[in-house]
């Protein structure tokens, strides 16, 4: 996708042996990129957040791998690498589907082939991650072709959270079929939830779409159920961090409450789902998902753009006062319309996954 009509992905290898990123903890109001130069840079910009979103944080640690076999390449040094890269965060299973695809590829290999292997692995994982962004956006444009056909007007959507290119290598998956019908020339609107409290809404979705022109309009969180009784929504769409055998979703909290208002007013409720979001180890996604819950400063405080023209952080709550942090949520399959993949729609369910997903 285009910044300022220079195109950029959010991951690339430099002509140094170095990997850059885009710090997406400056934006919206500054863009800068960092380098990772070993596998520490690139636990910490998964951690920290300098990179977020499902399939980036899977594409970063895929690079960390790479990072660090250009050192220590032993069976013993991958393990290591492998196991402190898995801990960084534990929500989105393609951490450690990348980190599994990337050990079982190497681990045959000589020691000797690993470091450029690991590199040209990394690689192929990015690629893949874009091709599959444009499957999602091609199959969800139909969804909102369908939409404006029967409506006649400008299409609605709401999304939650950041679901856009800055969270995979380009494209994005639940911004995918926005991007593609915006590009068809159908007209539509986004409703950006600003997705408390680290705002990947207000902060990363507003601003990519602003970048590429697309019509969106900024709500906090709660907003999104009176829309919706007011026929203002006519489809959510949000990404996924981790999709169970039988299509329970987890994504960034709230989502659950956008799920059930959509529900309760029959707006349809898409997730984009690509394929390496699929655990098929699990089934329960209430039950068996594990929730990262994250610093109470989060929620505590808050850091924007002062009129001064500095970037500050301020602090909401009284002195003292404890917050808790719980990063993501699950949504029952029952609520879900369907998953849009790169394999085409799929019905959120146990029979549907099986029959359309399983190789
Ligand atoms: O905490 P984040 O910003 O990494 O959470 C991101 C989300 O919840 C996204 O919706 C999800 O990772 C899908 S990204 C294509």
Same mark, same amino acid.
């Given at each position: 996708?285009?910044?300022?009509?220079?195109?950029?992905?959010?991951?690339?290898?430099? @002509?140094?042996?170095?990997?850059?990123?885009?710090?997406?903890?400056?934006?919206?109001?500054?863009?800068?990129?960092?380098?990772?130069?070993?596998?520490?840079?690139?636990?910490?910009?998964?951690?920290?957040?300098?990179?977020?979103?499902?399939?980036?944080?899977?594409?970063?640690?895929?690079?960390? =791998?790479?990072? @660090?076999?250009?050192?220590?390449?032993?069976?013993?040094?991958?393990?290591?690498?492998?196991?402190?890269?898995?801990? $960084?965060?534990?929500?989105?299973?393609?951490? @450690?589907?990348?980190?599994?695809?990337?050990?079982?590829?190497?681990?045959?290999?000589?020691? @000797?082939?690993?470091?450029? $292997?690991?590199?040209?692995?990394?690689?192929?994982?990015?690629?893949?991650?874009?091709?599959?962004?444009?499957?999602?956006?091609?199959?969800? *444009?139909?969804?909102?072709?369908?939409?404006?056909?029967?409506?006649?007007?400008?299409?609605?959507?709401?999304?939650?959270?950041?679901?856009?290119?800055?969270?995979?290598?380009?494209?994005?998956?639940?911004?995918?079929?926005?991007?593609?019908?915006?590009?068809?020339?159908?007209?539509?609107?986004?409703? /950006?939830?600003?997705?408390?409290?680290?705002?990947?809404?207000? $902060?990363?979705?507003?601003?990519? *779409?602003?970048?590429?022109?697309?019509?969106?309009?900024?709500?906090?969180?709660?907003?999104?159920?009176?829309?919706?009784?007011?026929?203002?929504?006519?489809?959510?769409?949000?990404?996924?961090?981790?999709?169970?055998?039988?299509?329970?979703?987890?994504?960034?909290?709230?989502?659950?409450?956008?799920? *059930?208002?959509?529900?309760?007013?029959?707006?349809?409720?898409?997730?984009?789902?690509?394929?390496?979001?699929?655990?098929?180890?699990?089934?329960?996604?209430?039950?068996?998902?594990?929730?990262?819950?994250?610093?109470?400063?989060? /929620?505590?405080?808050? $850091?924007?753009?002062?009129?001064?023209?500095?970037?500050?952080?301020?602090?909401?709550?009284?002195?003292?006062?404890?917050?808790?942090?719980?990063?993501?949520?699950?949504?029952?399959?029952?609520? /879900?319309?369907?998953?849009?993949?790169?394999?085409?729609?799929?019905?959120?369910?146990?029979?549907? =996954?099986?029959?359309?997903?399983?190789?």
């Amino acid at each position: 996708m285009k910044i300022n009509g220079t195109a950029f992905r959010t991951i690339w290898p430099a @002509s140094d042996g170095a990997v850059e990123i885009i710090d997406q903890t400056r934006l919206p109001h500054e863009f800068t990129t960092v380098r990772l130069e070993n596998m520490r840079d690139a636990e910490f910009a998964i951690r920290e957040m300098q990179v977020r979103g499902a399939p980036l944080i899977g594409v970063t640690a895929a690079y960390g =791998i790479a990072l @660090s076999m250009r050192h220590h390449a032993t069976d013993a040094a991958l393990q290591a690498t492998c196991n402190m890269l898995r801990k $960084s965060r534990p929500t989105a299973v393609n951490l @450690s589907w990348a980190i599994e695809r990337m050990r079982t590829f190497l681990l045959p290999l000589q020691v @000797s082939e690993r470091a450029q $292997s690991a590199w040209q692995e990394a690689a192929r994982i990015a690629d893949e991650d874009v091709e599959i962004n444009k499957a999602i956006g091609r199959h969800g *444009l139909e969804l909102i072709r369908d939409i404006h056909l029967r409506t006649k007007t400008t299409v609605n959507i709401l999304t939650h959270c950041n679901a856009g290119w800055l969270a995979t290598v380009d494209w994005g998956t639940a911004l995918a079929p926005v991007y593609a019908a915006f590009e068809a020339g159908i007209p539509l609107q986004v409703w /950006v939830d600003e997705t408390r409290p680290r705002n990947q809404g207000a $902060s990363l979705t507003a601003w990519e *779409l602003a970048q590429h022109g697309v019509p969106h309009i900024v709500i906090v969180d709660n907003a999104g159920g009176h829309l919706m009784q007011h026929g203002l929504v006519d489809m959510v769409i949000v990404g996924t961090d981790r999709v169970t055998a039988n299509g329970d979703v987890c994504n960034k909290i709230g989502t659950y409450l956008k799920a *059930l208002a959509a529900f309760d007013n029959g707006v349809p409720f898409y997730v984009a789902m690509p394929t390496p979001t699929l655990d098929w180890t699990l089934q329960d996604g209430v039950a068996e998902i594990p929730i990262e819950q994250r610093s109470q400063e989060e /929620v505590t405080h808050l $850091s924007g753009l002062c009129d001064d023209g500095q970037v500050r952080r301020v602090q909401l709550t009284p002195a003292g006062t404890f917050a808790a942090n719980y990063a993501f949520d699950v949504t029952p399959a029952r609520l /879900v319309t369907a998953l849009v993949t790169e394999r085409g729609v799929v019905a959120a369910n146990a029979g549907a =996954i099986l029959a359309q997903l399983k190789l």
